[in-house]
Nanobody
Framework: QVQLVESGGGLVQPGGSLRLSCVAS????????MGWYRQAPGKQRELVAT????????NYADSVKDRFTISRDNAKNTVYLQMNSLKPEDTAVYYC?????????WGQGTQVTVSS
């Protein structure tokens, strides 16, 4: 089993920045793709960004391109999401998703609220 712990969410004003982190822990697992998704109230969960095992394959939703940056530290089994120029429409619960050799796992979610 793999446990995911997310952190870094909070309340920020429009135009501000936040950095989310997600740490994967457990025993005897290999991490493949890592990613971030988000779900706003009344909406379906949507992809924000994904990153491959060697960081060579990165994908972003059009709505966050040029504002968000996904990265990972394989030694720490950690994925990050640097979010800049935040907008009210970025308000959502953000979930990390980690694909391993065993299965795919979701984090518990962290709330991001962009409001003045």
């Amino acid at each position: 089993q793999v446990q995911l712990v997310e952190s870094g969410g909070g309340l920020v004003q429009p135009g501000g920045s936040l950095r989310l982190s997600c740490v994967a822990s457990g025993s005897r697992f290999s991490v493949y793709r890592m990613g971030w998704y988000r779900q706003a109230p009344g909406k379906q969960r949507e992809l924000v960004a994904t990153i491959g095992s060697s960081s060579s394959s990165i994908n972003y939703a059009d709505s966050v391109k040029d504002r968000f940056t996904i990265s990972r530290d394989n030694a720490k089994n950690t994925v990050y999401l640097q979010m800049n120029s935040l907008k009210p429409e970025d308000t959502a619960v953000y979930y990390c998703d980690v694909v391993t050799n065993m299965a795919a796992f979701w984090g518990q979610g962290t709330q991001v609220t962009v409001s003045s």
